[in-house]
């Protein structure tokens, strides 16, 4: 049984010239041994107790860990135990590596770290996992330190081969020097001596004024020239000669079973080997992909709906209403909520939010090498803990005889990041089930991936507040009804009193000075799977609070944007930055302007997984529907430490939003069947349709905060109330494609 470290290990042959340009492959073993292309390479491996403070407050503690491998040729790689999904932890991580270390730029490298719970965990999740925008949160002091204490240590190599005091040896840009004798060093010709010696337990950190990396706008992305000229490796890309492909066919009914199936015309498809029925419906093994997908087509399935989701999505919409009508389960209180009865005014709302499907540009997909009571599985694995746990239990293996290798995946946005480990547990059942030691291929194809569940919940948020004379708002009202996640799985301790915090996330604990409030959340049941979605609770909250909120100050005579900065309370001062800087950099003068008729704006922000962002919408209509032409966007995420990275993520989480805003929307038909079958029934934003936009980011010294999801859930919100200013129509149920009809 081979990893594919492993495999990397015993093939020492000359790089390609393609292969120079690509993130090194890499064995990662406990001795921290690197063996590269060029033949036997040392490498540092970096024992930290010094992190043990920091991970005893977020997670257990740390066990030695393995984060640098320094290589000959003087190439530093930084193993990111962030899975790289497009949002860029190998080229964060790298960054704070190399900005303590004092390497040039060039000369890092960026690979994934295998599954190991203890040397990679996640400070903030106590697992090894990448979720929550948590990549340079919790990594920030993290991999400084091991920057740090990796260059004391070449600095402490260097003064003993040299025979001259450490204290007058310098470290820049790769090299390491000493004046006074002329000597100078790369860092590979000193990294074996430099492993021998003790680790700094409390290495010394740059002052922020001495950051040269840090910052820096003009950084390259580590796995920009592989995904660019196609030779980035994914889980579709693997090949072996005696691999098996399998194919999954789901039940049409999400919850539903297989009762019986026929597969005596799949198995005459030529080129199919064999057919399985596993715990997720019948797979068809075939030698390639497409001849597997036949036999699936071929296959005769009887299912079994009596546990199955049978309702269609206006009947779901109706029971949540209800439940919210119910008054659900208090889980903010504030004041008489009563005076809204007696307001001026009281304004009712009911929004309402559809299931979505994340559906990133690669499906769900895996390979599985199965030989002699081992197992490796090689994929874009989001959390390794929960994968690895179940590919064992389902394998019936014990743990350490279970591995992953985690490469590159094609987005996720909260697909990959399970708590069943769905994935994990299918790709380990079509080995199981084929009966046999081999390699297979697990291919999920796009309708598997937008019929398969696991979508963004359905949600109801039932609205009400009242306004005195003055238009002053004089009490809140949101109740929100949805199901739960997280409740009976392995994540249910994140419940609280009975209660999920991230069914309603951003609807509670709002900086704005409103007279009374209460927020509550009513718990519905359904058969469908559902999960976090990119900006998970914020993608609904944002929306119905700041739509909700701008409603309130139109009606009590109000510039949305003055109208919340004068609600915000004294301590929301990071909020209040965001804002005045979007309005500046818009040039807001307010929801029309006369020197650009047939345009219209609105203004929404958020504060999710720690960041602040404020976005302006400019907004037309296009035979009847919207088209939004403009986003100006201010971020607030601390130290900024790629700020391209920070633009890439708030432009593409604007794009993201649009779509979902406009036109995504996962609908059950009568008797439950999923509608949506590819993406052109689920529809995505065009690239004709991407809005200029122009990110400007707010300069700080706060600790650095998520940026892969805040720049979600502020667009939707803002392109409904400048749409409301433009037509006077208030959007109530999402995406905009569904109430334009």
């Known amino acids: 049984m081979t990893s594919q470290y492993t495999r990397i290990l015993q093939d020492a042959r000359q790089p390609s010239a393609a292969e120079t340009t690509l993130p090194p492959r890499l064995l990662v073993s406990r001795r921290g041994l690197l063996i590269g292309a060029t033949g036997l390479v040392v490498a540092a491996s970096l024992p930290l107790g010094g992190l043990r403070a920091q991970s005893a407050a977020g997670g257990p503690g740390l066990a030695p860990l393995a984060f640098i491998h320094i290589a000959p040729d003087d190439t530093v790689t930084v193993l990111s135990k962030h899975l790289e999904m497009g949002q860029g932890p190998y080229t964060g991580l790298a960054t704070l590596v190399a900005e303590e270390l004092d390497a040039d730029w060039s000369q890092m490298r ?51 081969e040299w025979g001259v005091p450490a204290g007058e040896i310098t ?17 590979g010709a000193l990294a074996e001596a430099a492993m021998k010696l003790e680790v700094p337990q409390e290495p010394a950190l740059k002052d922020p004024s001495q950051f ?4 820096a706008a003009d950084l390259r992305r580590l796995d920009m020239v592989a995904k660019s000229n196609g030779t980035a490796q994914f889980a579709m890309d693997i090949h072996h000669d005696d691999m098996l492909v399998a194919v999954i066919a789901h039940p049409p009914k999400i919850g539903a079973t297989v009762a019986s199936f026929d597969d005596s015309a799949a198995l005459a498809v030529p080129g199919v080997e064999m057919v399985r029925e596993t715990p997720f419906g019948v797979a068809v093994y075939a030698r390639n992909t497409w001849t597997a997908i036949k036999g699936r087509q071929a296959l005769t399935v009887t299912w079994d709906d009596s546990k199955a989701e049978t309702r269609s999505s206006a009947e779901i919409f109706d029971d949540f209403s209800a439940a ?45 090498e199965l030989r002699n009571g081992k197992a490796v599985l090689t994929y874009g694995c989001q959390f390794p803990t929960f994968d690895r746990a179940t590919a064992a239990q389902v394998l019936g293996l014990e743990h350490d005889d279970v591995t992953i290798d985690v490469i590159f995946a094609g987005g996720s946005f909260g697909r990959r990041a399970q708590y069943d480990s769905q994935i994990a547990a299918e790709i380990a059942s079509v080995a199981k089930a084929a009966g046999r030691d081999g390699v ?132 929301a001062t990071r909020a209040r930055g965001v804002l005045e800087r979007v309005a500046a950099l818009a040039d807001w003068q ?152």
């Not at 059950?668 to 809005?691: C, K």
């Open 110 to 160: 960026a690979a994934g770290a295998p599954a190991d719970q203890k040397l990679y965990v996640n400070t903030l999740f106590g697992i090894q996992g990448t979720g929550g925008s948590t990549a340079i949160a919790n990594s920030y002091m993290q991999m400084r330190r091991i920057g740090a204490a990796a260059r004391a240590m070449l600095v402490s190599a260097a003064a003993a």
């Open 171 to 187: 470290v820049s840009q790769g090299t390491i020097a000493h004046a006074g004798s002329g000597k100078s060093s790369g860092f």
């Open 212 to 215: 040269r990396l840090i910052g």
């Open 324 to 368: 919210a009508a119910q008054g659900g389960k208090v889980v903010e209180e504030e004041g008489d909520i009563s005076a809204i009865d007696s307001a001026a005014q009281v304004i009712e709302s009911e929004i309402r939010f559809p299931y979505l499907a994340h559906s990133p540009m690669e499906p769900l997909d895996g390979v599985i």
């Open 440 to 571: 297979y291929k697990l291919v999920w194809t796009r309708e598997d991936d937008l019929r398969g569940g696991y979508y963004r919940p359905l949600t109801v948020h039932r609205m009400r507040a009242g306004l005195d004379e003055n238009g002053a708002i004089v009490g809140w009202e949101n109740v929100v009804a949805n199901q739960s996640f997280i409740d009976g799985s392995a994540m249910a301790g994140m419940m609280k009193d009975g209660v999920d915090p991230i069914a309603f996330e951003g609807s509670a604990e709002l900086p704005y000075a409103f007279g009374a409030r209460r927020i509550a959340w009513a718990q519905t049941q359904s058969p469908v799977s559902t999960l976090w979605f990119r900006s998970v609770g914020h993608t609904h909250t944002a929306y119905a609070v700041e739509a909700f909120l701008d409603r309130l100050l139109e009606a009590g005579g109000k510039d949305p944007l003055q109208g919340r900065l004068d609600l915000l309370t004294p301590e």
């Open 590 to 741: 307010g929801t029309t302007r006369a020197d650009r008729p047939g345009k219209a704006y609105g203004v929404a922000w958020t504060k999710s997984f720690g960041t602040y962002v404020a976005q302006v919408v400019e907004v037309e209509s296009r035979n009847g529907a919207p088209a939004v032409t403009r986003v100006w966007c201010a971020v607030d995420c601390g130290v900024a430490v790629n700020p391209n990275t920070i633009r890439a993520q708030m432009e593409g989480g604007i794009g993201f939003a649009l779509s979902t805003a406009l036109y995504s929307d996962i609908t059950l038909a009568p008797g439950g069947d999923v509608v949506q079958g590819n993406w052109d029934s689920y529809r995505m934003l065009r690239i004709h349709e991407m809005p200029q936009i122009e990110v400007a980011i707010i300069e700080s010294t706060e600790a650095p905060t998520g940026v892969g999801e805040p720049g979600v859930p502020p667009l939707a919100p803002a392109l409904a109330n400048a749409w409301r200013v433009l037509t006077g129509e208030v959007v109530e149920q999402l995406p905009f494609a569904r109430q334009m009809v």
